[in-house]
């Protein structure tokens, strides 16, 4: 394997260059007894992140390179998974023979008793190259790191110089640069490989005025370093945003309270529906019997105005990539088609609740992790009033612009979910800011009480995380404006 | 390993580095799973990788981080140039590295050879144990949810240029149980976990009891109505508002000019803690670990600090920079954090709640996502029991409860004599304790 990465920006193209017809014979050819198949999955990536305390005006840069990879053998009944940490020719051909054995020439003492030295398999060597990381030294050039801080640097004092007249603002940013690179082969399909990349910046802002304090945050991600940099500066645009609406809340007056309309401005409902839709439709949990959803395939479960799908091969969104972590091809795959549920996310292993074949949900945070299903992009079908027209129709009620923290339990739905940016509706309008509304509600009742879905869809620019097992992996939204009929609106907790 | 390490640390001194150490740590764990499906998934992890941090002659300080422990010529090259490149001014970075012998490794209990040497069919037998015993104490558990068992080893080498080397062996055993209870009408799912260095720090067959206890208790339970309340904690309840507190902990902590705690309070910091997960016999910067009295009887004790903040402070390092990975830079963070025992049985605590009127017993928390950003509260969900008059009553499950954390030290009335460690990171450790006031209100 052979990393070759490149410049500051990472614009060109790590390279692993393995022989995989050979690797795969080669796994084929030591697959235990009574194994039905096995699947090796190697991952390269390169992190730069740099972060800055606005408050103590530290500045800090940490440059991470990993390789490893994972391999599963999949028998009647159970997987075996061994993990190795910086794969070589020589060690990756050991996982590949006598996984059992390999890596564990590291440590001494006991842990080595019984383990013997792996063959040779004749001409993997010669066709993988040694692991040069020395490659990897244009990722993290002195050109690279300093355009990283710059442009943390240019957000942070446009954070600041938004701020407005008499606030006091204390800032912080991190900017996370990462290009990852995976292989995927297995002994029963073709092997597939991606290169996976973006860069994150996260802002927070903290604004004081008059003794009056608030807090919030704002994410952005883009594709590249070099994409933030662009003529349109978009990380200046969200400082600016961030700062405007930080000012906003510090202005907000109390939230109206109890059951009402809520419209969820396009796109700031995604991060509800992943959490009551995404997480509570994956097939382990309901295998597991652990979602209210469970056995309710071809059951009304929402209202018919909504169709939602997980569509992970569409260009250029955040959860987006050419093939899962187990090699399963990108796919939309329908799960509420006009308020029926027709499906669930599944990976290999809960393949048999989807018909037996994956949806192409395996996904994994590194060659670490055993893969789960998890949502990649959630998709929501436009329907064909604009945000104007479904206001119109509602004389009073909540609109919802940006959703902030809350919680779901996934075993019965019910959620709590801040507003951190929301307006109260008056007469058929957005009116006043209003701040410390909190929704809460059960998945259930959210899905069926949709009674409006608007024409505008609009991909999330942020870098929502969805964070399953202890494992973080990032996901999209695509999402029109929606209306629910009735929901509870409290106040913020005690 | 030590080679490794030396000669990486050779090589940033000779690209132009004024100081630097090299990080290096290797090791495996094996984890066993049942799956959703029914069967079972067997994880063997080799894990390895060298972190390289400098100090420049200018005052900078840089961080730099790959797999493999053993650099080839390129790799160790790249990690040099990169951290270099990476330099920003910092504090530590004119203070001397730490040097002389290193502190001797034996005696911490951090090494159990048991659990090293295991064998995946070790592991099933001891998962398969816990999870019998959580599926046979309590007939309303109906299934698993989850259940997995790993137990790793790890070596660690630190070497930097003033001349030190030293080098320790960890153990660690972590069980995740999931079961779900129902009765017909209604049906919980509860998770536990626990950390240990040495098998024989638990007991399998008494983690599934108690998993399964809890669970009944979960079942049983109903919301306890919205109000401020006295609660006593139980030992894993508290040990999780002590990891929560431990956030807010900085170097300015405790405040000498106040009171820290009640009288009855003593917080400690001890990274020499026999058999704790986070003791060893130096620190991620290579500073010997010592025992930090916080907090003593109430009164405002000693901050903890790694070399940064000892250096911003004008103090000394307390052997507190702990690292995460290999590939995490050392940052300041308590090792084993507890608070003392007292003297009282758990039931006197709960006796002293007679003269309140109504109180919780808060047996387990489950932390709860704020809803407002910079929220200094605690919030989480609890299940226990109501408590009237000082006697236990009804199961109660649900409650959201949310802790002031800024006051809790001050506003603990009692504490009891059973502490405890192991829930769920295992580095924090509480007795029960009574408490003046939490909050409730419905989920």
């Known amino acids: 394997m052979t990393l070759a990465a490149p410049d500051p920006y990472h614009r060109r193209t790590m390279i692993v260059s393995v022989d995989t017809e050979l690797l795969r014979k080669i796994l084929a050819g030591a697959l235990p007894a009574g194994a039905r198949s096995a699947e090796l999955f190697v991952e390269s990536r390169l992190t730069t992140l740099v972060s800055i305390d606005g408050a103590s005006g530290a500045e800090s840069v940490e440059l991470r390179w990993e390789t490893g990879a994972h391999l599963r053998r999949f028998s009647e009944g159970r997987v075996e998974c061994f993990v190795l940490d910086a794969p070589t020719p020589a060690s990756l051909e050991a996982l590949a023979l006598h996984p059992e ?5 590291w440590l001494s003492g006991d842990a080595r008793l019984g383990v013997g030295r792996p063959g040779r398999a004749g001409g993997l060597e010669a066709r993988l190259p040694e692991a040069s990381p020395g490659a990897a030294g244009g990722a993290w050039s002195a050109a690279g790191i300093a355009a990283a801080l710059d442009l943390a640097r240019q957000a ?41 990349r973006f860069a994150e910046l996260r802002l927070q802002v903290e604004l004081q005025r008059a003794g009056r304090r608030a807090e919030s945050e704002a994410t952005l991600s883009v ?46 409902g995604g991060f509800l529906l992943h959490e009551v839709c995404g997480h509570l439709l994956e097939a382990d949990h309901v295998l597991r019997g652990a979602s209210p959803f469970a056995g309710a395939r071809g059951q009304a479960v929402a209202s018919p105005r909504l169709t939602l799908a997980d569509d992970g091969s569409i260009p250029a969104m955040r959860g987006s990539s050419l093939f899962d972590d187990e090699g399963a091809s990108a796919r939309r795959t329908p799960l509420i088609m006009e308020g029926t549920l027709v499906g669930f996310l599944s990976d290999r292993m809960t393949a048999f609740a989807t018909d037996g074949i994956s ?25 064909s009033e604009t945000l104007d027209d479904i206001l119109g129709r509602t004389p009073a009620g909540l609109l919802v612009t940006r959703l902030g923290r809350g919680r779901v339990d996934p075993a019965t739905g019910r959620f709590a979910l801040a507003v951190e940016e929301g307006y109260a509706i008056e007469g058929g309008r957005a009116g006043r800011p209003v701040a410390g509304a909190v929704l809460r509600g059960v998945a259930r009742e959210l899905l069926a009480g949709i009674d409006a879905v608007g024409s505008d869809p609009t991909a999330d620019a942020g870098a929502p995380v969805c964070i399953k097992d202890d494992q973080a992996v990032p996901f999209g939204v695509l999402q029109p404006t929606l209306r629910v009929g009735r929901m509870h609106v409290a106040g913020a907790e005690p | 390993m030590r080679e490794a390490a030396l000669a990486l640390v050779e090589r940033a001194l000779a690209a132009g580095a004024a100081q630097a150490e090299a990080f290096v740590k290797v090791g495996a764990t094996r984890t066993v799973r049942l799956e959703a499906g029914g069967g079972v998934s067997w994880t063997r992890r ?17 961080f730099a981080a790959a797999c493999g422990p053993e650099p080839a010529e390129p790799a160790a090259r790249s990690l040099v140039q990169a951290a270099l490149h990476g330099a920003l001014p910092d504090d530590a970075a004119r203070l001397p590295l730490p040097g002389g012998p ?6 911490f209990g951090i090494f159990d050879p048991r659990l090293q040497a295991c064998a995946p069919s070790d592991l099933e037998g001891l998962l398969d144990e816990a999870a019998s015993e959580a599926l046979r104490a309590e007939p309303r558990v109906r299934r698993l949810d989850t259940a997995s068992l790993a137990a790793s080893s790890a070596e660690v080498w630190l070497a930097n240029s003033s001349g030190f080397a030293g080098t320790y062996k960890q153990t660690l055993v972590h069980i995740v149980l999931g079961v779900v209870a129902g009765d017909g009408a209604s049906s919980v799912v509860v998770r536990r976990s626990r950390t240990a260095r040495s098998f024989a720090a638990f007991s399998p067959a008494l983690f599934g009891d108690e998993t399964a206890r809890l669970a009944a208790t979960a079942l049983e339970g109903r919301a306890a109505p919205e109000g401020s309340y006295p609660a006593m904690l139980a030992p894993a309840a508290a040990a999780e508002v002590l990891r929560r507190f431990a956030r807010s902990i900085t170097p300015a902590w405790p405040d000498p000019s106040r009171p820290a705690g009640s009288a009855c309070v003593t917080l400690i910091d001890d990274g020499r803690l026999p058999g704790g997960v986070a003791s060893a016999p130096f620190d991620g910067e290579g500073v010997p670990t010592r025992r930090t009295a916080l907090v003593e009887r109430g009164a405002a004790g000693r901050t903890i600090h790694d070399r940064r903040s000892a250096a911003a402070d004008g103090g000394v390092s307390t052997g507190n920079a702990s690292r995460a990975s290999f590939r995490d830079p050392p940052r300041r963070a308590p090792s084993n954090l507890f608070i003392a025992p007292g003297s009282a049985e758990p039931g006197e605590l709960l006796a ?30 609890a299940t226990g029991r109501w408590v009237e008059q000082g006697r236990p009553g009804r199961p109660i499950a649900g409650a959201l409860i949310s802790l002031p954390l800024e006051g809790w030290l001050p506003g603990v009335r009692a504490v009891g004599n059973d502490l405890a460690f192991g829930f769920p990171a295992g580095s924090f450790g509480s007795p029960s304790l009574l408490i003046d006031s939490v909050g409730v209100r419905a989920p």
């Open chain 1, 156 to 196: 942070l004092g446009r954070l600041s110089s938004d701020a407005g007249e008499g606030c006091r603002a204390t800032g912080s940013a991190g900017l996370q640069v990462q290009v990852q690179e995976v292989l995927v082969l297995a002994t029963d399909r073709d092997p597939v490989r991606d290169t996976r």
């Open chain 1, 101 to 105: 054995a390999a890596g564990l020439e």
């Open chain 2, 102 to 107: 290193a502190p001797d490794a034996r005696g």
């Open chain 1, 223 to 268: 594709p590249s370093l070099e994409a933030l940099g662009d003529s349109g500066r978009p990380h200046e645009t969200l400082a600016a945003g961030l700062a405007a609406r930080a000012a906003r809340r510090l202005d907000a007056g109390s939230t109206p309270r109890g059951e009402m309309p809520v419209v969820f401005a396009s796109p700031s």
């Open chain 2, 46 to 62: 080799s894990e390895g990788g060298i972190a390289l941090r400098l100090f420049t002659p200018e005052g900078g300080a840089g």
């Open chain 2, 352 to 381: 002293e709640m007679r003269g309140t009127g109504s109180g919780l017993w808060i047996q387990s928390l489950r932390p709860a996502s704020s809803m407002m950003p910079g929220d200094t509260r605690m919030t989480a969900l």
């Open chain 1, 359 to 383: 949806t192409g949900n395996g996904r994994r945070q590194s060659y670490r992790d055993a893969p789960m299903p998890r949502m990649t992009n959630l998709v929501i079908d436009p329907g």
